[in-house]
């Protein structure tokens, strides 16, 4: 049995709960994890990056002047690269390197994360957190009664109503090192990128569905 306590607020333990060992019981698969976050970070470019060649930028059409007699070098476009206004040789093209990770890949990923920071005593369970007004001191407060002072992820309950959450978001948003995201969006990349990972009570059954 996997249990921890609840905390609320302000930091105090108000109750006991069982986590499920299927999400965070597992014995870590790192090169899983690895896997999934150089596919995560390589999926973020765009890949649109484009430079024109010589036959694409404009002008170029004539010869700048007569191939021989005139004591210079020879040229047969003012676009050649080695011209001022030219085209570009051998520069960027658009191209796809996405990396695509199956469901169960995703989820193992996931789960070893979860696994993970649970091992290393980093992960910390909230009854549930909200603001009564959109206020960044409200949100340092809570950090100071967590006792969280290095890189943090709040996953907060995809159930929650829109305004609530829009206010935990915002209230988080001015703090530096602090990630809120929720449970639908939580990611084996988000949650290997903090030192702190701080989970909503009912995140932890809206996990076992994913």
Known sequence: MIKVPVLNNKGLEIETMELPKEVFGVTPNLDLIAQYIRAY????????HKTKTRSEVNGGGKKPWKQKHTGRARTGSSRSPVWVGGGISHGPIPYTK??????????GALVSALSLVHNEKN????????FDNIKTKGAV????????????LFVISSQKETAERFKVLRSFR????ITVCDSR???????????????EKNVINELCKL
């Open 41 to 48: 970070q390589v999926n973020q470019t765009q890949g649109t």
């Open 98 to 107: 996405r990396i695509s990770l199956n469901k169960t890949q995703k989820r």
């Open 123 to 130: 992960l910390l369970v909230l009854d549930t957190i909200n």
């Open 141 to 152: 407060e809570v950090l100071k009664n967590l006792k969280i002072e290095k890189k943090a």
């Open 174 to 177: 001015n703090i530096p090192n």
């Open 185 to 199: 969006a939580i990611n084996a990349y988000e949650i290997s990128n903090v030192t702190t990972t701080i989970l």
